[in-house]
T-cell receptor
Framework: GQNIDQPTEMTATEGAIVQINCTYQTSGFNGLFWYQQHAGEAPTFLSY????GLEEKGRFSSFLSRSKGYSYLLLKELQMKDSASYLC??????????????FGKGTKLSVIP | DSGVTQTPKHLITATGQRVTLRCSPR?????VYWYQQSLDQGLQFLIQ???????AKGNILERFSAQQFPDLHSELNLSSLELGDSALYFC???????????????FGEGSRLTVL
């Protein structure tokens, strides 16, 4: 995955809904991931899309459009603990049974009261 | 707790020195990945090993090297250190090379390297 773009920062209000967009360009697409990373901590897996459409998991949903090279992460009923960086990552098939996961620079979400 | 263990958690050293970072993957995971995270670059993929063999190489400098041992733990060696090498180094593991299912990565807590 190369040229992964996502907004640098976003701010949203507690209880609201926020959508974090991600666009990408790749030649051997094999899945798109979203990870959450709190400051100074390890990234943790949130969601995975390989086919077009919406995947819902509790308060978090992720959407993928392969033809548009576009994904978004939707966070509902925002809580203060959702303040973190959200990393979009694309997995590429690099040949010979090998895959590489490339991360975007992340979107720092600040949830305010 | 992801089950991935990294040591040391913090390391301070001088330019020109050499350090070794260690990673123990989750039990049963055969793939180990190394990533570098600095403030302005985000998570940069360095290298991947699968069951002892190098599988993929990213933006890893020639001054850096890694290996995966028979017990599946991995070490990342950083030599001739420069100020710009200061970063958080993450190790991650997965069961496969990324083929089966989501192939999600499980990250360790990271090793924070400071080069003075």
């Amino acid at each position: 995955g190369q040229n992964i773009d996502q907004p640098t920062e976003m701010t949203a209000t507690e209880g609201a809904i926020v959508q974090i967009n991600c666009t990408y360009q790749t030649s051997g697409f094999n899945g798109l991931f979203w990870y959450q990373q709190h400051a100074g901590e390890a990234p943790t897996f949130l969601s995975y899309n390989v086919l077009d459409g919406l995947e819902e998991k509790g308060r978090f949903s992720s959407f993928l459009s392969r033809s548009k090279g576009y994904s978004y992460l939707l966070l509902k009923e925002l809580q203060m603990k959702d303040s973190a960086s959200y990393l979009c990552a694309v997995r590429d098939h690099t040949g010979a049974g090998s895959y590489q996961l490339t991360f975007g620079k992340g979107t720092k979400l600040s949830v305010i009261p | 707790d992801s089950g991935v263990t990294q040591t040391p958690k913090h390391l301070i050293t001088a330019t020109g020195q050499r350090v070794t970072l260690r990673c123990s993957p989750r039990s049963g995971d055969l793939s180990v990945y190394w990533y570098q995270q600095s403030l302005d670059q985000g998570l940069q993929f360095l290298i991947q090993y699968y069951n002892g063999e190098e599988r993929a190489k990213g933006n890893i400098l020639e001054r850096f090297s890694a290996q995966q041992f028979p017990d599946l733990h991995s070490e990342l060696n950083l030599s001739s250190l420069e100020l710009g090498d200061s970063a958080l180094y993450f190790c991650a593991s997965s069961v496969h090379t990324g083929v089966a299912g989501s192939g999600e990565l499980f990250f360790g807590e990271g090793s924070r390297l400071t080069v003075l």
